[in-house]
């Protein structure tokens, strides 16, 4: 079946130091996006790649930085964990930029101790 | 600003007992309504795409409506199974914003 894998499913990471999610999809899909998302919250979006074009939301701190090396695959790197970043990160893939739906991944749950 | 409002923040039905979730939106430019369904530490699952105002879609027990305001979905006779967090998402021009969800619990 085609779907969107995260790994690790849980990550705990030390405050300060680096830490790295990677997501991969069998979907053959142009866009991929990476949300954020605390408890009882609505899922944030921190960037998202049509392509290889990186698209960065206005707020997203500088702390979060996001590779995508080939159309299957993309990384999230939190640079300098900090007690306020452990949430749910969701990876999501469409078909294209505007008006598709997202299929999600099963989300990476990151705690900061 | 772009905006996404959905109530009630929680619902509690019983087994056959229909009921309405509403999804308000402020965007200009609507692409696309979404609506999703999320189990406790999962993540979001695709049910329902809305374009334009009138449009209808069904899916079991799910139905979602659209207006130029806001979006409703209708659960008919839901089950235990039915039980979940159900977001609505706007995809406008320059970005795509989530509701903080309706948690929906149906009871036995």
């Known amino acids: 079946d085609a779907m969107v894998i995260q790994n690790p499913r849980y990550q705990v990471t030390q405050f300060g130091k680096p830490v790295t999610l990677s997501c991969s999809q069998t979907?053959?899909?142009?866009?991929m996006y990476w949300y954020q998302q605390k408890s009882s919250q609505a899922p944030k979006l921190l960037f998202h790649y049509y392509d290889k074009d990186f698209n960065n939301e206005a707020d997203t701190p500088d702390n979060f930085q996001s590779r995508r090396p080939n159309t299957s695959f993309c990384f999230l790197d939190i640079r300098s964990p900090g007690l306020g970043d452990a949430a749910m990160y969701l990876c999501a893939t469409s078909r294209e930029d505007r008006g598709y739906e997202q299929y999600f991944g099963p989300g990476t749950r990151l705690t900061v101790t | 600003e772009d905006q996404v409002t959905q109530s009630p923040e929680a619902l509690r039905l019983q087994e056959g007992e229909s009921s309405s979730l509403n999804c308000s939106y402020t965007v200009s430019g609507l692409r696309g309504l979404f609506w999703y369904r999320q189990d406790p530490g999962k993540g979001p699952e695709f049910l329902f795409t809305?374009?334009?105002a009138g449009e209808e879609k069904e899916k079991e027990r799910l139905k979602a409506t659209l207006t130029k305001k806001e979006s409703f979905l209708h659960i008919t006779a839901p089950k235990p199974e039915d039980s979940a967090t159900y977001l609505c998402?706007?995809?406008?021009?320059?970005?795509?914003?989530f509701g903080a969800g309706t948690r929906l619990t149906v009871k036995p």
């Open positions: 998402a706007v995809q406008a021009p320059r970005d795509m914003r």
């Open positions: 809305l374009y334009s």
């Open positions: 979907l053959n899909h142009n866009v």
